[in-house]
């Protein structure tokens, strides 16, 4: 008779032979890839559920003969089986590997009972695999594997044809075989690691990503041909692809890498695999050479790049060996397509949004202009006659301001030049006022740029509804006064002061068009340097300035 202890080193030894091999499989790509899936095409159902019915099989022959009985692991493959790989290859093993251990021994004393529990055991996978949490499984197979070979034993009993030799035979087999059902665990354990491998390989390739995109952002705020390439050996390099292609949706925008300089950058895309990838918007592979016009290249992977779900382009990479889509790729290829979307839409919102605060900036700066102007005009044309001398001066000064603005092709100006243009405006207000108008500087050196005409419109304002409002003599000072954060420029007045409802309308974009002076201003302001205008009401006069935030 076997001793206890032997039979139970030979039910694990029987079942370390499936987990060896389990292993070694995970090794093999393909397998290894077929494995981590959640779900399975039937051709590989096919292939999980012949290689556990074999195992179930070849563990019917394996097992150790006890009075007509075999001791084996096959409950202990059908249950992990199925509780793996769900319930097509659950029930089907168990019920080959059922049915074939009946059919080698049709009237034996366990024949019957093992074919039962073999058809219990699917039953017990399928409720496991669809009702126990993926990391409890391993533990209820245990489980489950045990209830089965107690049902076995009880079947044995019932069926044996005489209690005695039922009993022979179950205080023999029983508790071997009961307990060799651990090894359900060890199996379970061993596949669910290898899926585990997925979320590492998913971890790693969002990592991947990510270091792709710190890398590329710099050339994505400035899309164009040579950002483009940039981005592509980037790529290139960290994924170690052969060549990398970008595309619009008509044609090519980028090309580094294997037969660079037989490739032509803005030519119509002729792949009809890259055509099928922008109508479809799925992720592509294939080993065609003929999707690419040099023979090398073996291999390429076409990532669909979309904005708002609709394909904008796509993202090529080319291997001059042959490969298999992996999961690794798969992964990789998911990240990279969300990201380089991502980055391309938004580099096109910065686009489109530094466009329309230049359109806006430039629209009021031509409000502005016209305004001065024809002030100034009107303040010339009042002195011809009286004093053609002073006009003249005037005519000086105006052309001074008009030329400092026309002839500039860049938006800012030098702090100098801008008080310059206020100093230009105050002599022609200064000859129509004469002595009602008094304007001091209070000026900190700076080294800094702002926009043109962005002062003088306060100037103009403060003098126009402040000082010459004022009772007696009206004075304006402008000042430029360094902070430890920033500087401020101020313009007050003495005049009467702004009410409180015109300081609300500014806040709130609401001014009249009839003075659109400090509103232009306020909102370039705000444009420009995120907040626009305070305005205090004095005690006399009103005090208007904003900071600049210093750099460095």
Not at 114 to 125: H, M
Not at 135 to 152: D, H, K, N, P
Not at 229 to 238: D, F, G, H, P, Q
Not at 327 to 353: F, H, N
């Amino acid at each position: 008779m076997t001793s206890f202890v032997t039979m139970l080193f030979q039910l694990f030894e029987r079942a370390a032979l499936l987990i060896v091999f389990l292993f070694l499989i995970t090794r093999i790509p393909r397998f290894k890839e077929i494995l981590q899936r959640e779900k399975h095409t039937p051709s590989e159902l096919a292939i999980l559920t012949f290689i556990f019915c074999l195992f179930a099989i070849l563990s019917t022959y394996s097992g150790i003969h006890v009075e007509g009985s075999l001791v084996n692991v096959r409950i202990a493959t059908i249950i992990s089986s199925g509780i793996l790989f769900g319930p097509v290859v659950g029930m089907v093993t168990g019920i080959v590997s059922g049915t074939h251990r009946y059919l080698i021994d049709i009237g034996g004393v366990s024949a019957l009972p093992c074919f039962i529990t073999s058809l219990f055991a699917g039953v017990v996978s399928v409720w496991i695999h669809k009702k126990v949490e993926k990391s409890q499984r391993w533990i209820y197979g245990i489980a489950g594997g045990m209830v089965c070979e107690l049902l076995t034993m009880i079947l044995i009993l019932l069926m044996a044809g005489s209690f005695e030799l039922g009993w022979s035979i179950v205080s023999q087999i029983a508790l071997p075989m009961i307990l060799g059902e651990v090894n359900i665990g060890f199996i379970v354990l061993l596949v669910m690691s290898v899926e585990g491998e997925k979320e590492k390989i998913a971890a790693m390739q969002a990592k991947l990503s990510l270091d792709i995109a710190n890398k590329t952002l710099p050339y994505f705020r400035s899309v164009n041909k040579n950002s483009l390439a940039k981005i592509c050996n980037i790529i290139k390099e960290e994924i170690h692809a052969d060549a990398v292609a970008m595309t619009d949706t008509e044609s090519v925008l980028a090309y580094v890498g294997f037969g660079e300089e037989r490739y032509t950058v803005g030519k119509n895309i002729v792949s009809d695999l890259t055509k099928k990838v922008i109508s479809q918007g799925r992720i592509t592979f294939s080993n065609h050479w003929s999707e690419h016009h040099l023979p090398q290249i073996q291999s390429v992977l076409i990532i669909p790049l979309k904005e708002k779900d609709e394909v904008t382009g796509t993202l090529k990479t080319y291997y001059c060996k042959a490969t298999k889509m992996t999961y690794s790729q798969q992964t990789l290829a998911i990240g990279l397509s969300q990201m380089i979307s991502t980055l391309l839409e938004i580099s096109r919102m910065e686009q489109i949004k530094e466009a329309a605060s230049k359109a806006e900036l430039r629209a009021l700066q031509s409000k502005i202009n016209p305004h001065f102007l024809f002030n100034a005009l009107n303040t010339i044309a009042s002195l011809t006659r009286t004093d053609p001398g002073q006009a003249r001066e005037l005519i000086i000064h105006l052309s001074g301001y008009m030329r400092s603005n026309i002839e500039r092709t860049d938006e800012l100006i030098d702090m100098e030049e801008a008080i310059q243009q206020v100093k230009d405006y105050v002599e022609i207000e200064r000859a129509r006022f004469g002595h009602r108008l008094e304007v001091d500087y209070e000026l900190d050196p700076v080294d800094l740029k702002i926009p043109s005409l962005l002062v003088q419109p306060l100037v103009e304002n403060a003098i126009k509804h402040g000082a010459l409002k004022a009772d007696g003599k009206g004075k304006v000072t402008i000042s430029v006064e360094v902070l430890s954060h920033c500087v401020r420029i101020h313009v007050r007045d003495n005049g009467p002061g702004i009410d409180q409802t015109t300081i609300d309308r500014l806040y709130q974009d609401k001014m009249p068009a009839k003075k659109i002076g400090l509103l232009n201003v306020h909102q370039r302001v705000k444009l420009i340097y995120g907040n626009g205008l305070i305005i205090h009401h004095l005690s006399p006069g009103t005090d208007v300035y904003f900071d600049i935030k210093r750099v460095g």
